[in-house]
């Protein structure tokens, strides 16, 4: 590998341009597959750059053949392009095919793009889930939802397997009268069905994968398990500890999220989404094999190996063997600014992140440079407390009420 690495990226989002701003001061070069002004080249000149999209196959390789290691910001990638540069190869200068390493492996990335096939695995491998099943589709998916609710009940969620993100490829069936509403919804994409889940809370854990060049394990590393409260849906704060859990079941949680994360293949850091029933067992969601929403908090709370930072770390092969990822502070929270009605609706919020100043909490802004659209997530507010005693959510209850009045 080149010094300095230089790392290619699928996608040039927030994920992305966070990754670049932590590559800076380590002196590693990314090189970003998106279009032109996207989010992370914003932050990052660099002379290779490609332009385009990361489902474009010419593109990802034109990609791979200026770079030392792939990865990603987003799963929704080909992963058959991946397989290929990393098992066969890139022809390079001289003509000879040159393989280039992706991490996380394009073995997890097509395995976790299909939402029911990912679930299947962790069934398999002992983790408890939430029970589904697969939908027919075109004129059998009607009576295909008869049989979920024979075999789920009441209510249930309609999946869509692939593609979907912020909850945008689900939907709620309560009764046999959504079942229209569903198939006009989603009925056009693959889907599966899956049991209502009635949590009491929903957690998160992200986790550093290491891997030897033959693909074994040599480990996994946890942050604390984090709260993450939804609204439609899609997340809207992060909360570090949750509240009023156990340590007991923090515990467990990253417990069975390193389980999740072992059974996966590649290097990089991993999020894995849980649901903590009113018992205080643990069912698992989702993974995303990639920095996450509910990790952005690490970047302040956990400065010296934030995700990533962690990320960068695991996908060079260069993460210490000791490492703990323990919180310099006791507290964080992290809140999502979502674009409103109005391009200008969430500037409110933002000033007063500029400007508000709370003794003994810190408050750190991040804009992402997108353009503002109604519920798109364009940037974040982390809050951290070197306090376990303050009643932190309460302390940037302004700040939560200006979120909520964006919505109005
Ligand atoms: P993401 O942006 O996290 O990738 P997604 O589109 O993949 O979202 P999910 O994570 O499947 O969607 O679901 C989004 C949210 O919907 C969950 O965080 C949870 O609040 C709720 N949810 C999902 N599945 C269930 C379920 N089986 N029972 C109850 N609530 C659920
Ligand atoms: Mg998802
Ligand atoms: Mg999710």
Not at 36 to 59: E, L, R, Y
Not at 171 to 197: C, H, N, Q, R, T
């Amino acid at each position: 590998m080149s010094r300095p690495p230089v790392i290619g990226l699928l996608g040039g989002g927030q994920l992305g341009r966070m990754l670049c701003e932590a590559a800076g001061p380590l002196g590693y070069h990314v090189a970003v597959l998106d279009e032109d002004g996207c989010p992370a080249k914003q932050v990052n000149g660099s002379d290779k750059h490609v332009c385009g999209s990361f489902k474009d196959a010419a593109k990802v390789r034109e990609l791979a053949a200026r770079c030392d290691v792939l990865t990603v910001e987003i799963e929704h990638v080909n992963a058959d392009v991946l397989e290929d540069i990393a098992v066969r190869g890139v022809p390079s200068a001289s003509g000879e095919l040159r393989k280039v390493p992706v991490h996380p492996s394009w073995r997890t990335l097509r395995l976790v793009q299909d939402k029911y096939e990912q679930k299947e695995h962790l069934r398999a491998n002992g983790i408890p889930v939430a029970s589904q099943m697969a939908l027919d589709g075109g004129e059998l998916l009607a009576v295909s939802l008869g049989h979920a609710y024979h075999r789920l009940a009441f209510p249930f969620m309609v999946k869509a397997r692939k593609g979907s993100y912020d909850g945008r490829g689900n939907f709620k069936v309560s009764g046999p009268d959504d079942f229209e509403a569903a198939i006009d919804a989603l009925g056009a994409l693959p889907l599966y069905a899956e049991k209502w889940v009635p949590f009491a809370m929903e957690l998160a854990v992200m986790v550093i994968r290491t891997e030897d060049d033959d693909g074994e394990c040599t480990g996994v590393y946890s942050y604390p398990a984090v709260e993450t409260v939804h609204e439609d849906d899609v997340c809207k704060t992060v909360l570090m500890p949750p509240r009023k859990v156990d340590a007991a079941v923090c515990d467990n949680a990253q417990r069975v999220a390193e389980q999740v994360v072992r059974s996966l293949w590649g290097r990089g850091v991993f999020a894995v989404e849980m649901f903590l029933l009113q018992d205080g067992t643990i069912m698992v969601n989702e993974v995303a094999p990639r920095p996450h929403n509910s990790g952005h908090y690490t970047i302040e709370a956990v400065p010296y190996m934030s995700q990533y930072k962690a990320q960068l770390c695991a996908i060079l092969d260069i993460v210490p063997k000791s490492l703990r990822l323990t919180p310099r502070v006791a507290q964080a929270a992290m809140a999502n600014i979502l674009g409103g009605a109005n391009p200008d609706s969430h500037d409110k919020l933002v000033g007063l992140a500029e400007t508000e100043y709370i003794d003994g909490t810190d408050i750190y802004l991040h804009l992402y440079g997108k353009a503002s659209k109604p519920g798109r997530k364009i940037g974040h507010i982390t809050f951290t407390t070197p306090s376990p005693d303050v009643d932190l959510l309460r302390t940037i209850g302004p700040f939560i009420n200006q979120i909520d009045a964006i919505r109005q």
